[in-house]
Nanobody, 122 residues
Framework: QVHLVESGGGLVQAGGFLRLSCAAS????????MGWFRQAPGKEREFVAA????????DYADSVKGRFTISRDNAKNTVYLQMSSLKPEDTATYYC???????????????WGQGTQVTVSS
């Protein structure tokens, strides 16, 4: 079992940057692949990025490639999402999730955080 808590969201101007963190409880964090998803009002939850349990491989949505970077520190039980060159269309609630495989859809992820709001003003 793993409990996830996101932080680092906020209001930022277009072109700015934010770093989201997701702290996990439990001793099994390093066995989970981790993902970031986001959901804007009236829209479905969408994949943003994911990283393998060891941190050696990552995957990104096309919309964030080159702007966002996912990383993890297994010693700190934390996964990060570094976001730069932010756009108003990046505005959403961002969720981290834990699962057994790196995937670009929500199905394999079994544990979810409560989300953190990111608002990008134009």
């Amino acid at each position: 079992q793993v409990h996830l808590v996101e932080s680092g969201g906020g209001l930022v101007q277009a072109g700015g940057f934010l770093r989201l963190s997701c702290a996990a409880s439990g001793r099994t964090f390093s066995t989970y692949a981790m993902g970031w998803f986001r959901q804007a009002p009236g829209k479905e939850r969408e994949f943003v990025a994911a990283i393998s349990h060891s941190g050696t491989s990552a995957d990104y949505a096309d919309s964030v490639k080159g702007r966002f970077t996912i990383s993890r520190d297994n010693a700190k039980n934390t996964v990060y999402l570094q976001m730069s060159s932010l756009k108003p269309e990046d505005t959403a609630t961002y969720y981290c999730a834990a699962g057994r495989v790196v995937a670009g859809n929500t199905a394999p992820y079994t544990h979810w955080g409560q989300g953190t709001q990111v608002t990008v003003s134009s």
